[in-house]
């Protein structure tokens, strides 16, 4: 059974930082993209950031320049480095990994349980 297991969330001021890691365990043929997305009360879930297999980074424009998304393929992990924080940022962070399970099946969504960022003024 696949599993996201998400980490590294927490309390902060605003101006600080945090990093979240996204860890894939289980059986797996092969991850193609990787994501952060979020959702805070009452809002719709939001793409953060993406990372493709080879690197490429696409960012919302709301974090551009404060967050990074970096990947290790080895460890089949992804971190969001998450700096300059603001009220604004504040929600439950999902990390989504794009999974083939064989080589004949076709990849399909996977998403972490969510860990809460809470940034206070």
């Known amino acids: 059974q696949v599993q996201l297991t998400e980490s590294g969330g927490g309390s902060v001021q605003a101006g600080e930082s945090l990093r979240l890691s996204c860890v894939v365990s289980g059986s797996i043929f092969s991850i193609n993209g990787m994501g952060w997305y979020r959702q805070a009360p009452g809002k719709q879930r939001e793409l953060v950031a993406t990372?493709?297999?080879?690197?490429?980074?696409d960012y919302a424009d709301s974090v551009k320049g404060r967050f990074t998304i970096t990947r290790d393929n080895a460890k089949i992990t992804t971190f969001l480095q998450m700096n300059r924080l603001t009220p604004e940022d504040t929600a439950v962070y999902y990390c989504?990994?794009?999974?083939?399970?064989?080589?004949?099946?076709?990849?399909?969504?996977?998403w972490g349980q969510g860990t809460q960022v809470t940034v206070s003024s």
């Open positions: 990372i493709t297999g080879g690197g490429d980074t």
């Open positions: 989504n990994a794009v999974i083939a399970l064989s080589r004949r099946s076709y990849a399909s969504n996977y």
